[in-house]
C-alpha cells in the first residue's frame, strides 16, 4: 500500500541556543530517516518548515542535505509556505530550495485578480495536490474568500489540500485566542487535509470534509513548546497509507530526540531568600545529565526584588551535572515591592502625551475617531505597542507579526 508523510511548523532554525538548533535538526533527521524507511512516495510539509524566511544558513544546508539524502532515494516533497518563511517582500529560502528542485510547491495559482484558481501538481504514484500557503497578517484570507472552490471539487481522484491556518471548528482550547478560518473556507471531498501552523496535534473529520490534520512541529520551537515536552507531549508527523482513492490508514509517528526536564518555583508570598535557596536545593537533587533543563520562576515576591533572585548561581549548579543545555525563564516572576512603589507619572508619557494634544489639531481627516481627544487616545496607544521590545525566545519574524498585528488591531484594520 503506498503512503505518504505530513509533516509541518519544522522552523529550521528556531532558537538562539545551538544545542537546541541542533536538536530541532536532529528531530528533522529523524523524520526524513524514518521516511526513507517507510518508503513513503512523497512527503507534505505544510508551512513554517523554517522559522523565517531567511533563516541561520547552516540550519539550512543540514536540513537540505537530509532533504537531499531522500530525493535520492526517491522521495518526493510538496511544500507551501507558512507564516514564519512567507516574505511578502522579499525572497524566501522555500524559493531557494524549490528553485534548486528539492521539493515542489504545492501552491500553483492561475491569479488574474477574480476569483483564485489553483492548479493541482499531480505525483507519480497518482495523489493530486493543491494549496493555499500561509502568509503574513491573514493576506490568505482574501485567498480563501476568492478561492474557486467549485473547480477543486469537480476534480476526480485521489487529492490533497495542504494549507497553513486554523480551523475555528478545531481550534484546540488552549489556542481559543488564535485567529482561525471556518472549515467551509477549505474545498470539499478531499481525502486528506494537510494542515499546518496550530503547533498542537490532531486530527479530525467535519461534514464533507475528512482527515483534516495537524501533526504539529517535530520538536519545539520556543520556550513553552519545550515546557510540554516535559510535561510528556509527544510530537512527531503522520504517515498516510492510501489506496487509489481515499486514505485507508492514518498513523502518528513520534519523534524524540532528548529528555527535557522542567524546575518550577513558584514564588507567590516568599521572600527572594527563601526562592533562592529552594531553587538551590532543587538544582542539586536534579537529574539532568544529558538532558534539556527548563528553570522556571514565577509568581509575586512577597519581600525582595525579582532581581535578587539569582538564577545564574543555580544555572551553575546544575550545569556542574553536564545538562544538554540549561534555559532559564523568569517572565512573569513580579515582586510586591515593585507593585507597591508610589504611583508617579511617568515623564516621558507626559510629554508624549503633551506632544500628541499639541499636534493633533494639525490632523486634517474626515474620520473622527483620527481626531481630536481620541485622536491622541489612537496614537499614544499606537506608540506603547511599537515600543514593544523583542521578547526572549521570540524570533524576528514572530516579533514583527505580533508587533503588526498589535498595531493592526489598534486601528481598527485587522483582529488577530
Ligand atoms: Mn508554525
Do not use: W
Amino acid at each position: 500500500m503506498p503512503r505518504f508523510a505530513h509533516m509541518s511548523d519544522i522552523h529550521v532554525g528556531a532558537f538562539r541556543q545551538p544545542e537546541l538548533r541542533s536538536l530541532l535538526l536532529e528531530a528533522f533527521e529523524a523524520a526524513i530517516d524514518r521516511c526513507i524507511a517507510e518508503k513513503v512516495e512523497f512527503v507534505v510539509m505544510a508551512g513554517d518548515i523554517f522559522d523565517s524566511n531567511i533563516p541561520d544558513l547552516s540550519a539550512v544546508s543540514r536540513a537540505a542535505g537530509k532533504m537531499k539524502e531522500a530525493a535520492d532515494s526517491g522521495v518526493r516533497f510538496y511544500a507551501i509556505y507558512g507564516s514564519h518563511d512567507f516574505s511578502p517582500n522579499f525572497s524566501s529560502i522555500v524559493d531557494v530550495l524549490d528553485g534548486a528542485g528539492l521539493f515542489t510547491r504545492a501552491e500553483r495559482r492561475e491569479d488574474s485578480g477574480g476569483p483564485l484558481r489553483l492548479k493541482f501538481v499531480v505525483d507519480p504514484a497518482g495523489p493530486k495536490l493543491c494549496g493555499v500557503s500561509g502568509k503574513k497578517l491573514s493576506i490568505d484570507r482574501d485567498d480563501y474568500a476568492r478561492l474557486d472552490r467549485e473547480a477543486l471539487e469537480a476534480e476526480q481522484g485521489f487529492k490533497i489540500f495542504v494549507f497553513h491556518g486554523g480551523i475555528e471548528e478545531l481550534k484546540p482550547g488552549s489556542l481559543e485566542m488564535m485567529e482561525a478560518m471556518p472549515a467551509a473556507s477549505l474545498p470539499s471531498g478531499f481525502a486528506y487535509y494537510a494542515g499546518g501552523h496550530v503547533h498542537s496535534r490532531s486530527i479530525s473529520s467535519l461534514p464533507g470534509r475528512e482527515n483534516i490534520a495537524f501533526p504539529g512541529p517535530l520538536f519545539a520551537t520556543d520556550y513553552s513548546e519545550l515546557a510540554s515536552l516535559a510535561h510528556g507531549e509527544e510530537r512527531g508527523f503522520y504517515l498516510v497509507d492510501f489506496d487509489g482513492e481515499r486514505v485507508t490508514d492514518v498513523e502518528f509517528v513520534p519523534i524524540k530526540v532528548c529528555e527535557v526536564v522542567e524546575i518550577r518555583c513558584s514564588a507567590g508570598g516568599k521572600a527572594a531568600q527563601q526562592v533562592n535557596r529552594e531553587l538551590r536545593d532543587a538544582a542539586e537533587g536534579a537529574q539532568v545529565e544529558g538532558k534539556v533543563v527548563l528553570l522556571t520562576v514565577e509568581g509575586e515576591l512577597g519581600a525582595g526584588r525579582t532581581s535578587d533572585i539569582d538564577l545564574s548561581a543555580v544555572r551553575g549548579i546544575l550545569l556542574r551535572s553536564s545538562p544538554l543545555s540549561v534555559l532559564t525563564n523568569a517572565s512573569k516572576l513580579t515582586s510586591r515591592e515593585l507593585r507597591t512603589a508610589p504611583a508617579s507619572p511617568e515623564p516621558v508619557h507626559a510629554v508624549e502625551l503633551d506632544l500628541f494634544r499639541r499636534e493633533i489639531t494639525r490632523v486634517n481627516t474626515k474620520e473622527a475617531r483620527l481626531k481630536g481627544e481620541s485622536g491622541v487616545t489612537l496614537a499614544m496607544d499606537l506608540l506603547t505597542a511599537m515600543k514593544e521590545e523583542k521578547r526572549e525566545n521570540e524570533s524576528r519574524a514572530e516579533f514583527e507579526d505580533r508587533k503588526a498585528a498589535a498595531g493592526l488591531k489598534i486601528l481598527g484594520l485587522g483582529d488577530k
